[in-house]
């Protein structure tokens, strides 16, 4: 189940089940979305993107929709392995005084049960 | 892919001292350079932007002064974190953005660079 708290919002599921991780962005001007999922110890990795003019983008075993209306992003796995097992975060991508940054969501601990 | 590289992966140092970390693009060239910090169970946090030939960019309530950004070219950047503390200890990872990629807007992350300070 999911669990949001003082610690890491976390996410269990079975091998082989879906997965829908959720996040809500905060400026409605962002027009770029991007998923990165990160391992321990290790730097963020490129999942999936999504631009602002398009409410759904699949990639391999996952697919990123974008509901701007209410400002929500979710990431799907499809069929999941153990390998998936990471901590997830999404990322907007503003313009701020000239300047692209990219603000990061609070992250959600996947765990991949056996 | 494009791949930015930290050196070194990870260090331990005395309070006091001065530490600097390496951030490289090892197969394209970047103009912006991204630092960003990561306490254990948080996201990643902005510290400041890095453009070759000018000063850096801070966000609100990183000194500069005590993060040193030097982007001397188009495939390096470092950053020093001067007068080590033990609440300086956290992960500190670099993106850069690619050049001459249409999506401009796309940041390539480095490995991450494990700072503890005793």
């Known amino acids: 189940g999911e669990s949001v708290g003082l610690h890491l919002p976390t996410l269990s599921v079975q091998e082989g089940d879906n997965s829908i991780i959720n996040c809500a962005y905060s400026?409605?001007?962002?027009?770029?979305f991007i998923w990165y999922k990160q391992e321990s110890g290790k730097g963020p990795q490129f999942i999936i993107d999504?631009?602002?003019?398009?409410d759904k983008r699949q990639g391999q075993r996952v697919t990123v929709l974008l509901n701007k209306t209410v400002k929500h992003l979710s990431l799907q796995i499809a069929a999941t392995q153990p390998g998936d097992s990471a901590v997830y975060f999404c990322a907007e991508n503003i313009l701020i005084q000239g300047a692209q940054k990219l603000v990061f969501g609070q992250g959600t601990r996947l765990t991949i049960n056996p | 892919g494009a791949v930015v590289s930290q050196h070194p992966s990870r260090v331990i140092c005395k309070s006091g001292t001065s530490v600097k970390i390496e951030c490289r693009s090892l197969?394209?060239?970047?103009?912006?350079m991204f630092w960003y910090r990561q306490f254990p169970k948080q996201s990643l946090m902005l510290m400041a932007t890095s453009n070759e030939g000018s000063k850096a960019t801070y966000e609100q309530g990183v000194e500069k002064d005590k993060f040193l950004i030097n982007h001397a070219s188009l495939t390096l950047s470092t950053l020093t974190v001067t007068s080590a503390h033990p609440e300086d200890s956290s992960f500190y990872i670099c993106?850069?953005?690619?050049?001459?990629?249409?999506?401009?807007?796309?940041?390539?992350f480095g490995p991450g660079t494990r700072l503890t300070v005793l």
């Open positions: 993106s850069a953005r690619d050049l001459v990629t249409e999506k401009t807007d796309t940041q390539y």
């Open positions: 999504i631009r602002s003019n398009m």
């Open positions: 400026n409605s001007a962002s027009d770029y």
């Open positions: 197969d394209f060239q970047a103009t912006t």
